[in-house]
């Protein structure tokens, strides 16, 4: 009953109207940030934290200003990937593989809708779990340690192979590509520099957000420029109002990636992208009927509604213990501090109104999302109908700007151009360019926590072996590839039959 | 077509809006991560000087992350030497990575302005350690010294390794290369390790995790400064237990190394002005910093010196040759 009482509380603070317009504003900002290739949930808040200053905001209003463009970037990031095959931030690269193929298929105002449900339930259980067993969570989630975090990520890249449609080789050979570009630049544990040719540009390592804007977005509009040379043409644009039964077949898939994409998001040190990474794979391995990677509704609502609950998800770590779960969390714990707010195990007692308000503006949050999100589907699908002379450039603009404004540096401008001209040959092969992404993004924590775990061993690797966390999910791994064996041989039956 | 180019518009009008914000006045690089004690420097400044009118607008705070700083620094002498609009967050941490070699240049690539505070280091272990005193848990060390895992937030050979390592030493302890050390990303991350049993002993600033002091979560065995700190004077110095080592870890800044004489004063005199506002020491206080100025040509020096002492002391345990 305590919870409910606070929770109401909460309410009433969230219900001001100060609050409220926030709120509103909030979601609005964050959906068309997260949209906009390269800009992400991180930039967007933390670009909006001067001007909570400048408006003068209290710690709770700023706090609920931030959640929401955090939670609208969340929902914004799957409008670029579905339309344009582009994600607009990181976690939304898994929505690329079964949105774009809707979209293709003159479905995305479907694709739209069912992605702004899953976004919509994902992020509504993760907030009830975060009203319901925030403390409890937290005090679990400290118990991971390094070992079971390298095995979280072990888990990630055994699943990777059987994520793309194309040939489970040619994936792994791409996260391999991913993970070998993930180790340029300097070694965070020792400061050493590798694979930079003494080129102080490289020190930084790529920054998964440049390669990704490039191999995506860059390589879009080479394929572009070749289509159009041989004549081809965009996407259909289809029609402009989702069909409500196409919602209904995300909906299992969004309630399982959600619970996956909470547990991610929950642990500090895993994220947003390992959950919608790890939620797809899931729905693939369990339902997949030889359709995901080509439109398959599962397939967009499983990721979207891991994304969104892991974003939740890290707001515990951060409420309760004052550790960043993501670099967003970690960006609106700055800010906390800057408000003389100590985060930490204290600040449920005391600033009861500032966690509870917050809870509360992220219920109305994802009210408004979807009640935003729903109606600008039409308008969002319009996009389509753009003639791309005026598309295309838009793109490459929006591009170099939100590199620009992340980096600062007109290096990462030829980087971007180069992960550009990268993706267009992968493309050519044949090769699915998510894995490359993931090997990028996932690679460096996973080698960071397989160091922490040996330097506490004193070098001894039997430490991976020794934790029952680590051990449970070196099982479920196992046990998760032979059932992708298990259905893939019985899949194989009745195919050579009904092909041809 | 009203609707498309409404909705171009939005666009259009949605990112002039979004990158026209931070081509504003004046920028502070954090070199690390955000959340940390860089970017909290950069951050609490940041908001002071505009507040304080000492700068146009808002101060945009970048966080450039990477080798304990050596990226941004990199970045900084490559790109940016002459910027004069560019100031970057720095402190012992970093001084310490260029005592032993491991930026891209040494001090005088970059010209020092000042320091306006000092976060104090300390030992702490979890609430239920069986170490109750600095002399137990270097004790314990002593008879074996891989018996404890210690960890921070920097690399091994960093400014929270060496701060242990110079209590070791202090203790008596010869084989400082045989206790284990774990970096993780910040105070707090290594604290929560802490909590889970991964790790035994966190090295640590106060500031950082005084959020667990607070709460009882951890127990802390010393802080390493003269005297007892202002917001927690009941926690026991390592001086008072007769282990004669502080370790402070001063917060200031540098700019590019081609930044004119005056823009270099410009600044020097801002971030005076801001130390002595009534703002700078109340935030300083509450966040477990306790302030100290250094500015100019004194923090040039005070800095050429400090990088000689931290070359001796890496040396002595082993960090560099």
Redesign the interface.
Known sequence: MDILNSLWAGFAVAALPINLALIVGGCFAGTLIGALPGLGPVNGVAILIPLTFAFGLDATSSMILLSAVYYGCMYGGRISAILLNIPGDEPAIMTTLDGFPMARKGQAADALAISGVASFIGATLATIGLTLFAPLLAKAAIYFGPADYFALYVMAFATIGGITGSDPRKTLLAALLGLMLGTVGLDPSTGVARYTFGSFNLYDGFDPIVALVGLFAISEILFFLEARAHGGGLVPKGSVFPRFSRIREGLGASFRGSIIGFIAGILPGAGASLGAVMSYSFEKRISDKGTFGKGDPRGVAAPEAGNNAASGGALIPMLTLGVPGSGTTAVMLAMLISLNIQPGPLLFQRSPDLVWGLVAALYLANFVLLVLNLPLIGLFTRVLGLPAWGLMPLVVAISYLGVYAITHAAFDLMVMVGFGILGFVLRKLDFSLVPVVLGLLLGMDMENNLRRALSISGGDFLILLQSPIALAIYALTAAFLALSLWLSRRRMMPIPETED | MI??LN??K??GI??AM??A??ALGAECIAPA???GGW??TC??VG?LL??EKLVDG???????P???G??AW??V???RADDPELIVATSTVGVT?IAQG?Y?SDIGTMRWLAMLGADVGIIAVAKDSPYESLDQLLEALKADP?SV?TSGST???GWDHIRLMMLAQAAGIEDLTGI??????GG??AV??M?????QVVSADLGEI???V??G?IRVLAVLSDQPVSAFPDLPTAKSQGYDVTGYNWRGFYTGGDVSDEDYQAWVDKLQKLYESDGWQE?AR??GLEPIWRGGQEFADYVAQQEKEMADISRRIGVIQ
Do not use: C, H, I
């Open positions: 609707w498309k909705g171009l939005v666009a949605g990112a979004l990158f914000l931070p991560d955000p959340g970017d909290f951050r609490e908001r505009s507040e808002n101060v945009q705070v970048t966080n450039m990477g080798g304990v050596a990226v990199a970045n002498a490559s790109k990575q491991k891209p891989a895992v690399g091994a050979g284990r050390w774990v970096q993780f990303d707090g991350p929560t390790q909590m889970g049993g991964q790790v005084k959020g667990f607070e709460s979560d935030t509450s966040s």
